[in-house]
């Protein structure tokens, strides 16, 4: 247990938001990794300016689906994954792409978009949930337990940008 607490304390910060526990880490003035963390993990405040403006901007992308980010994101990926997620940025707020509509469009194959939503360090940022699979909501940050909580954060994200489609498919925990 010693050893996956120690893996949160490496955040700059652990926010509790609407949609759950989301962990920013930052390095030398960028924020290197945003990641969804499970319920149980304590909420931290942010220790430096890039977590504290992280936080901020979170915060209004939670009030207003609309707002466009504006981090100092520190560079990663192969050029490849920076292909789709440049494609992933493009998708208007409520919108939805499925992982072969955005193949097309990057002149690939869906199952390697998928991998490269999966591999994304800024969700939310990067918005990898408005893609979706062509017969449902698809995975998440490679999960695709449909009771588990980051299929849960899609669906929020997903219902908080106007979108209904899979509300539905929302579920408890127990």
């Not at 869906?110 to 699979?133: E, K």
Request: proline share 7%.
């Amino acid at each position: 247990m010693t050893k996956i607490l120690q893996v949160y304390e490496n955040f700059s910060a652990v926010l509790a938001l609407p949609f759950g526990k989301l962990g920013i880490r930052t390095v030398a003035g960028q924020i290197t990794e945003l990641c969804y963390l499970p319920p149980h993990v304590e909420a931290k405040a942010p220790t430096d300016a890039p977590a504290r403006l992280a936080g901020e901007q979170l915060q209004r992308y939670c009030a207003d689906p609309s707002f466009v980010f504006d981090l100092p994101l520190r560079p990663a990926g192969t050029d490849f994954q920076r292909k789709v997620w440049d494609a992933i940025s493009s998708i208007p707020a409520g919108s939805m792409r499925t992982y072969g509509e955005l193949a097309r469009h990057v002149g690939s194959a869906p199952r390697a978009v998928g991998q490269a939503c999966g591999a994304n360090w800024f969700p939310v940022v990067i918005p990898c949930h408005r893609v979706t699979a062509a017969g449902g909501l698809g995975g998440f940050s490679n999960s695709d337990d449909p009771n588990g909580y980051l299929l849960g954060i899609k669906r929020w994200l997903l219902a908080h940008e106007g979108s209904s489609e899979y509300a539905w498919q929302q579920t408890t925990l127990i």
